[in-house]
């Protein structure tokens, strides 16, 4: 007596897998989304007077970016403020510029 094998319909009840991962890796990614830090008015002012002095005198510069619940920090110089359109171009690389809207930084700090 042979073996009596299914071929692929035994395989088909595990076609959803590769969609139960993606489902685990977006509920732990979810789960370390953090709240947006509340900013006050000092701080922010003091975050001006920072990218201002770095932008005058050519320094680099260190940006902490919340987006989506996720802090992100970019490291470069300030080539452009846009009072208009609220955002900043970062100098990220030789001609690679990041732009970055205001409501968007929660931390700047100057290196040299």
């Given amino acids: 007596m042979g073996i009596r094998d299914r071929g692929k319909l035994k395989w ?58 996720f802090t992100t920090e970019m490291i470069g110089r300030i080539h452009s403020l846009d009072p208009i359109k609220h955002q900043l171009r970062l100098e990220v690389r030789t001609g690679e510029y990041e732009v970055i809207a205001f409501e968007k930084v929660i931390g700047v700090i100057v290196t040299n």
Avoid: C, H
């Fill in 12 to 69: 088909r009840p595990a076609s959803f897998m590769p969609l139960g991962f993606e489902m685990t890796r977006a509920m732990f990614k979810d789960q370390e989304r953090k709240a947006k830090p509340l900013i006050d008015e000092y701080e922010a002012e003091e975050f001006d007077r920072q990218i201002n002095y770095a932008k005058e005198y050519k320094l680099l510069v260190r940006v902490s970016v919340w987006e989506e619940g």
